[in-house]
């Protein structure tokens, strides 16, 4: 398996890992997937990557910028998706580790996760690379009519920000 920079050209692959995510109903608060014009739009240029084996991509991971204002400049929101055949295969793992080298290279000293509590692999998955829990968000949004809560994680990078 290698784990490379995310093409335009992945989108198709991308975005039916995205759907069988969003199909789940704990995964995200959308319903559908964007057109890649406005997926691009709201992720970060750098940190998009994609786990690869033979060719046929198993999972992808990005950053969104968490707000416009320049003081957050270095905090990232991550997404992490893995397709349905290749989950509790180590993808997701690989993927956050370098995600984690990515972020800290581009300059990022804080990057972050907002996960549906029933998301129990995502949870694991977030501690395993050093996530730390900080809070519960509750009833902070609606899918299909339901609130939901969603609990916040958030990795800080020991290189970047300290000074």
Request: charged share 25%.
């Amino acid at each position: 398996m290698v784990i490379r920079s995310m093409a335009p050209s992945d989108w198709e692959h991308v975005s039916r890992i995205y759907l069988e995510g969003i199909s789940t109903g704990f995964a995200t608060f959308e319903t559908q997937a964007p057109k890649y014009q406005d997926w691009d739009r709201a992720h970060t240029k750098e940190c998009r990557l994609i786990a690869e084996n033979e060719g046929e991509i198993l999972g992808w991971a990005a950053l969104s910028p968490v707000s416009s204002r320049c003081v957050y400049g270095g905090v990232g929101e991550v997404s992490v998706y893995i397709s349905d055949k290749s989950r509790g295969k180590g993808v997701g793992k690989l993927l956050m580790q370098h995600l984690i080298e990515e972020s800290e290279k581009a300059g990022y000293w804080t990057i972050q996760s907002g996960i549906f509590p029933e998301n129990l692999a995502s949870i694991k998955l977030h501690e395993k690379v050093g996530f730390r829990y900080i809070g519960k968000r509750e009833r902070v949004g609606k899918i299909h009519g339901v609130w939901k809560d969603n609990l916040l994680f958030e990795k800080r990078s020991p290189k970047v920000g300290t000074d």
